[in-house]
Nanobody, 119 residues
Framework: QVQVVESGGGSVQAGGSLRLSCRAS????????MAWFRQSPGSTREWVGE???????LYADSVKGRFTISRGDARNTVFLQMTNLKPEDTGIYSC?????????????WGVGTQVTVSS
C-alpha cells in the first residue's frame, strides 16, 4: 500500500505563485509515475502533468511554461511549482501515483489540495 498526501494549496491573486507538494509513503520501492491532476467545480478531472521514473516530465498545454514539476531529494516527493496563475487554474489539485513491481501495476490517489486564484 502507498499513502499519498498533497500540501501547499491556498488562495492567491491572478499572476501569483504557489508550490504544491506530493509525498508518497508506505511501499515506495516500486514508485513509477507521479502525476498531478486538477478538477474545478462542474468540470471533469484534468491531467496537469507528470514525472516518470525515467525522469521524463510532461505537461498539459494549458500549463506549459507556467508550471514546473520537479522531484525532491527523496524520490517519493514531487513538487508542482505554479507561476503566473490564472483564475481558470482554480480547482482541487490531486497527486496520482503509479507503482510497478515488475509484474503488477497499482494506482493511488491523494485527497487533494485546494487552489483558488482570484482575478
Amino acid at each position: 500500500q502507498v499513502q499519498v498526501v498533497e500540501s501547499g494549496g491556498g488562495s492567491v491573486q491572478a499572476g501569483g505563485s504557489l508550490r504544491l507538494s506530493c509525498r508518497a509513503s508506505g511501499n515506495i520501492n516500486s514508485l513509477d509515475r507521479m502525476a498531478w491532476f486538477r478538477q474545478s467545480p462542474g468540470s471533469t478531472r484534468e491531467w496537469v502533468g507528470e514525472i516518470r521514473s525515467s525522469s521524463t516530465i510532461l505537461y498539459a498545454d494549458s500549463v506549459k511554461g507556467r508550471f514546473t514539476i520537479s522531484r525532491g531529494d527523496a524520490r517519493n516527493t514531487v513538487f508542482l511549482q505554479m507561476t503566473n496563475l490564472k483564475p481558470e487554474d482554480t480547482g482541487i489539485y490531486s497527486c496520482n501515483v503509479d507503482t510497478f513491481n515488475g509484474w503488477q501495476k497499482q494506482n493511488y490517489w491523494g485527497v487533494g489540495t485546494q487552489v483558488t486564484v482570484s482575478s
